[in-house]
């Protein structure tokens, strides 16, 4: 299974760092991709990142303000998220996708992605 954190309430232009974790499933095997859920949207892609940690991708919205790395030797990804807006606020998701080591993960279709985590919320609100 897989475990996000790090989410919580922030203020417009605030940061926040989310990190997915694995429990008894090898994160370091797979492609893993952030997706949120906000108020009023359908489940959308942010951004998703290879096996290898060599190749990103980003929605438009993301791009510039948000940032996904993992650390291989802690078996983790992170989604670093600044210049936060009102309209991020949702839950966020992780979730695993099986690849080759150096292609990262769709973010139009996440039916096709092979776990979920629970999410956790992100609000942005002063």
């Known amino acids: 299974q897989l475990v996000e954190s790090g989410g919580g309430l922030v203020q417009p232009g605030g940061s926040l760092r989310l990190t997915c974790a694995a429990s008894?499933?090898?994160?370091?095997?797979?492609?893993i991709a952030w997706f949120r859920q906000t108020p009023g949207k359908e489940r959308e892609g942010v951004s998703s990142?290879?096996?290898?940690?060599?190749?990103?991708r980003y929605a438009d919205f993301a791009k510039g303000r948000f940032t996904i790395d993992r650390d291989l030797a802690e078996n983790t990804v992170h989604l670093q998220m600044n210049s936060l807006k009102p309209e991020d606020t949702g839950n966020y998701y992780c979730?695993?996708?099986?690849?080759?080591?150096?292609?990262?993960?769709?973010?139009?279709?996440?039916?096709?992605?092979?776990?979920w985590g629970q999410g956790t919320q992100v609000t942005v609100s002063s």
């Open positions: 990142i290879s096996q290898s940690g060599a190749n990103t």
């Open positions: 979730a695993a996708y099986s690849t080759l080591p150096t292609m990262s993960s769709p973010l139009s279709d996440p039916d096709s992605y092979d776990f």
């Open positions: 008894g499933l090898p994160l370091n095997d797979y492609a």
